[in-house]
Nanobody
Framework: QVQLVESGGGLVQAGGSLRLSCSASGSIFSILVMGWYRQAPGKQRELVATITSSGSTNYADSVKGRATVSRDNDKNTVTLQMNSVKPEDTGVYYC???????????????WGQGTQVTVSS
């Protein structure tokens, strides 16, 4: 079994910063991509940022210049730092991993339970 456990989030004032962390545990052979998605009320889940095992990053246009995603391959963790947060950053943030649990299995998507981020204006 694989688990992704998020930490961080909560209530943040507009203009402030948030930091989210996620740790993957369980049967893990390799993690190709880790990152963060979010879902605002009444909207579809959307990409925030991802990072590959080699460090290549991808950011949503809405967070470029404000967000930094990083990972520790040895610890199987990924962190999202976001500055100058806006009310539209409010939502449930989900940790994501494209992961191979064993050498004999193909990679698949895994998700955390989600952590609420609320940005007050």
């Amino acid at each position: 079994q694989v688990q992704l456990v998020e930490s961080g989030g909560g209530l943040v004032q507009a203009g402030g910063s948030l930091r989210l962390s996620c740790s993957a545990s369980g049967s893990i052979f390799s993690i190709l991509v880790m990152g963060w998605y979010r879902q605002a009320p009444g909207k579809q889940r959307e990409l925030v940022a991802t990072i590959t095992s080699s460090g290549s990053t991808n950011y949503a246009d809405s967070v470029k210049g404000r967000a930094t995603v990083s990972r520790d391959n040895d610890k199987n963790t990924v962190t999202l730092q976001m500055n100058s947060v806006k009310p539209e950053d409010t939502g449930v943030y989900y940790c994501y991993a494209d992961l191979r649990p064993t050498p004999a299995r193909w990679s698949r998507d895994y998700w955390g339970q989600g952590t609420q981020v609320t940005v007050s204006s």
